[in-house]
């Protein structure tokens, strides 16, 4: 399966990204995750990225369309990706479709998660990332078995700088401004799949899995 996950900071795209790449054995390819890594690391990448994630802007498409070519390249994503956070804006989506062109492959399907803002700052508030592996919890709606601890890796669990209260609403703008047309886009390419994103990770993942066409047993 080769897909892109939409929708606003918050409307769970991480978590659904993980859920359904265990379930469909295709990488997470998530580009917030690969620059808080490079940012962490200290990279070249990570230092001009850093100031604009901190203020909750998109970092440059050159930067970013490099990054996930170079991804979509290595031989775990020969048999399909789940992007995450990518792409998010006309440029990115132009480049993605090149790119895929160039390797004879096209996406497949476009999950475009819903939710609305309350629903996004309650969430994002809320949110906790494993700063080793990545994993995302709620710490009312999806809380780790031990405080403060991820499941998968024990690694510890933090909030992410830019998830505070002001940084989200910048994010949000800019969710609108340059994100929010790719809806139309994909809708008229006949890609879109548009899915509920309230409720819990599990429902949620049935309505993707449904609109997929997938199977939730197979
Ligand atoms: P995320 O974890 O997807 O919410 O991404 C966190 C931050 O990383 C964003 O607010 C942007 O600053 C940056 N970022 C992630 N993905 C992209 C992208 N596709 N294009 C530009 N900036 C991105």
Redesign the pocket.
Known sequence: MRMVLLGP?GSG??TQAQLLAQRLGVPQV????I??AAVREGTPLGLR?KG??DR????P?EL?VELVRERLQRPDCAGGFIL??????VA?AEALEDALREQGRALQAVVYLRVDDQEVVRRISGRRSCERCGAVYHVLYDPPREDGRCDRCGGRLYQRD?DREETVRA?LR?YEANTAPLVERYRAQGLLREVAGQGTPQEVLGRVLRALGVSRDA
């Open positions: 900071p795209k991480g998530s580009t917030g995750d620059l808080r990225a604009y994630m909750g802007e998109l970092v498409d970013v995450d956070g990518f792409p998010r804006t990115q830019d994010r800019v």
